[in-house]
């Protein structure tokens, strides 16, 4: 049916189809059984990636590449010594995701949550390269990734409910003006919100700790990495945010219970009720109130300042957001 190979890429404390915990429990289709599964035999070469579940979006594109290509995962010299971790990870030689990489290869990336953030990441890697490592690795040594060049694999990116802006709920703590414990929020939700953590906290190995997910989710760190990653000019682009909220009287949001995971109602809560200026003045009005739980509805739209536009199915073009309507439902919805 297709040339194009259809990569799914999961979120936050995710697996993948090199996991054993997918055989039994997949990731894309949890609730509905193997979306995978079912996509191959419409006809679509799809596949499950397996990044790292709490890794930054660098350590996750770097790994995505090596599956992809079939090679022992680089993570560069520059960035391996900045970051005090080692530079080679996972061996995926003679077992890569799709079954052959090169130059007629043609991509769509499908991220859920962080993995959104992790395809677009990967992709600005893809075309551009990255001068730190070019400057120091010598070039027979240095990943293709790391080159860059490869703009034309890219045919589109797919955003599933992704802090493509960061989300509040890591802000929120940290702002001294803002008092999560005078949020009322039901007593059982905050069992639930410990429960959330599992699987999402990062195993600390000595690394620097903005070399982690949680780091790269931050507004003002998401920022700093939208500055960097470009809106390729020849790649469609499509954003699905999520809602799971209702407005309040005063203009605050609440979570819908009958839309909402438990695990999630406590979180929504506090990010419906959050406004302030991050450190880096980026100003959290009440657009971004409306939430999925995890992720303001705002952020997942496009990264702030691209160009962007309500999804026309008779007018999608490249090199712009095509953002979708909200769906209704909460961060794992889809």
Known sequence: MSDIEFIFVHGLAGWGSYEKTYRRMPYWGLRGGDLIAFLRKQGFRAYAASVAPAGSAWDRACELYAQL????????????????????????????????????????????????????????????????????????????????????????????????????????????????????????????????????????DGRKGTDYADYDMHIDNAAALNRRISTLPSVFYFSVPCCSTKKTDDGYAVPDLSKTDPLFVSRSYLIGRYTGITKGDIKIDKRWLENDGLVNTFSAMAPLGAPQTELDADNIRPGVWNVLPTYTGDHTSL
């Open 69 to 204: 290509a079939g090679l022992i995962t680089d993570y560069g010299a520059a960035h391996s010594t900045e970051y005090r971790h080692k530079r080679f990870g996972r061996d995926f030689s003679g077992r890569p995701l799709i079954p052959e990489w090169g130059q007629d290869t043609r991509l769509v990336l499908l991220g859920h949550s962080f993995g959104g953030t992790t395809a677009r990441l990967f992709s600005e890697l893809l075309a551009h390269g990255d001068e730190r490592e070019k400057g120091s690795t010598s070039p027979n040594e240095l990943s293709d990734l790391f080159k860059g060049g490869m703009e034309e694999r890219i045919s589109a990116i797919v955003t599933l409910a992704s802090p493509i802006n960061g989300t509040t709920a890591y802000d929120l703590s940290e702002d001294e003006d803002f008092d999560p414990d005078q949020v009322k929020v039901p007593f059982w939700s905050r069992g639930f919100a410990k429960l959330l953590s599992v699987g999402a906290s990062p195993r600390k």
